[in-house]
């Protein structure tokens, strides 16, 4: 299933169309998972194939121990190559004043 602006494609037969989304559903997107090891933790989401009918990309949120976690980002190839991925991803980050160079910090995972 393909998506786009509030919409997904619906395949019928070899002919496909696109349908409004009655509402955005971040199950559909998103995964939260507990784990003790990251390495292995990539290595199971790199192997995970993305679901036909889902979007063509899975966003996973690690727990790890000590308070900490991670976010896994798994984007189909047709989406974009790694580096057009972390261009849009580094821009992004940046938004909101932070410069070139600088970190910044989330507390989502605290609490």
């Given at each position: 299933?393909?998506?786009?602006?509030?919409?997904?494609?619906?395949?019928v037969?070899?002919?496909?169309?696109?349908?409004?989304?009655?509402?955005?559903?971040?199950?559909?997107?998103a995964?939260?998972?507990?784990?003790?090891?990251?390495?292995?933790?990539?290595?199971?989401?790199?192997?995970?194939?993305?679901?036909?009918?889902?979007?063509?990309?899975?966003?996973?949120?690690?727990?790890?121990?000590?308070?900490?976690?991670?976010?896994?980002?798994?984007?189909?190839?047709?989406?974009g190559?790694?580096?057009?991925i972390?261009?849009?991803?580094?821009?992004?980050?940046?938004?909101?004043g932070?410069?070139?160079?600088?970190?910044?910090?989330?507390?989502?995972?605290?609490?």
């Open positions: 299933m393909l998506y786009w602006q509030g919409a997904r494609a619906i395949r037969g070899c002919s496909a169309y696109w349908v409004a989304e009655r509402a955005f559903e971040p199950r559909l997107h995964v939260v998972r507990d784990s003790h090891d990251l390495k292995a933790a990539v290595a199971t989401e790199v192997g995970t194939p993305l679901s036909p009918d889902r979007p063509l990309w899975r966003v996973t949120l690690l727990h790890l121990p000590h308070g900490k976690c991670v976010i896994l980002l798994t984007i189909h190839h047709c989406i190559d790694g580096a057009f972390s261009g849009c991803l580094l821009r992004a980050m940046r938004g909101g932070a410069s070139s160079g600088q970190t910044r910090t989330a507390s989502a995972c605290e609490g």
